[in-house]
């Protein structure tokens, strides 16, 4: 499966993104680290319904856009990128930090949008293993995270750790008779600069919006898969509590990754 692109200057350089379907109904979809083509299954099933915008996150890239990769650099852009395509009655479903992403922008209050559905986002460093918030390692990563080899290793074990969290034949059988593949894209340095990644991954591990999120205006579905061993779905639970108007759903069965393993479940 694949989509054509397109390409958008902004202030922080040129972007690739997809745009399909022709709807009056704009839905943006922010990718995790699942990246853009991650995203595909879920955009052949919604492009009926919407008009589907799919931006290239600026981690996800090998070009460096932003001297600092942070996710309030990354909302400025997302907010820069509807602007500047004219988007409008624009709602938004973002997937993992995707997710983040997407919170963050309806906060900022810059625009009004119709609705958001996040899939297990990070909004607080507590919901992470408590290795991954001892500051010391996090600024030894900010500082060895400049040396490619070192980003390419990390990246490496991620991605192992990620594909261990992911279904496997075993659990494939169980859950369900359907094809479904493993959820998460193993990157190359041809699609992305794995210093960049490295480097954004140290700042989303100190993720703190929790006291934020009451700012958020935009009627939201929170969704988690049953079986989320990244983040527990008692995150979801805890975020449905914190947001002024939204509700939680858990998909049963499901794991982390639902929308590049069975996106049919998110339809409309």
């Known amino acids: 499966m694949d989509f054509q692109t397109s390409q958008i200057e902004l202030s922080s350089g040129v972007h690739t993104y997809c745009d399909i379907g022709d709807s009056d109904r704009t839905l943006l979809i922010l990718h995790g680290f699942s990246f853009r083509r991650g995203m595909y299954?879920?955009?052949?099933?919604?492009?009926?319904?919407?008009?589907?915008?799919?931006?290239?996150?600026?981690?996800a890239t090998r070009h460096e856009f932003h001297i600092m990769?942070?996710?309030?650099?990354?909302?400025?852009?997302?907010?820069?990128?509807?602007?500047?395509?004219?988007?409008?009655?624009?709602?938004?479903?973002?997937?993992?930090?995707?997710?983040?992403?997407?919170?963050?922008?309806?906060?900022?209050?810059?625009?009004?949008?119709?609705?958001?559905?996040?899939?297990?986002?990070?909004?607080?460093?507590?919901?992470l293993p408590i290795y991954l918030r001892i500051m010391p390692l996090i600024d030894l990563h900010t500082y060895l995270s400049r040396n490619r080899f070192y980003a390419r290793k990390l990246l490496s074990l991620f991605y192992q750790i990620s594909s261990r969290m992911s279904p496997v034949e075993s659990d494939l059988i169980e859950v369900s008779t359907s094809d479904r593949s493993i959820s998460l894209i193993p990157y190359n340095d041809d699609q992305i600069n794995p210093v960049v990644l490295s480097r954004f991954l140290g700042h989303?591990?100190?993720?703190?919006?929790?006291?934020?999120?009451s700012l958020v205006p935009t009627r939201t579905l929170i969704i988690w898969g049953e079986r989320d061993a990244f983040i527990r779905s008692q995150w979801g639970a805890q975020l449905n509590q914190l947001l002024p108007d939204s509700k939680y759903m858990e998909v049963t069965g499901e794991y982390h990754n639902i929308t590049t393993v069975d996106p049919k479940n998110l339809s409309p």
């Open 204 to 213: 989303l591990i100190q993720i703190e919006i929790e006291n934020q999120l």
């Open 41 to 59: 299954p879920l955009m052949d099933a919604l492009k009926s319904e919407f008009r589907v915008v799919v931006p290239d996150l600026p981690f």
């Open 69 to 127: 990769h942070s996710l309030e650099n990354y909302t400025n852009f997302l907010l820069d990128f509807i602007q500047e395509l004219g988007l409008e009655n624009v709602s938004i479903f973002g997937n993992s930090v995707g997710g983040t992403l997407g919170l963050m922008c309806c906060m900022s209050n810059l625009f009004q949008f119709d609705k958001l559905v996040v899939r297990c986002p990070l909004w607080s460093s507590k919901q």
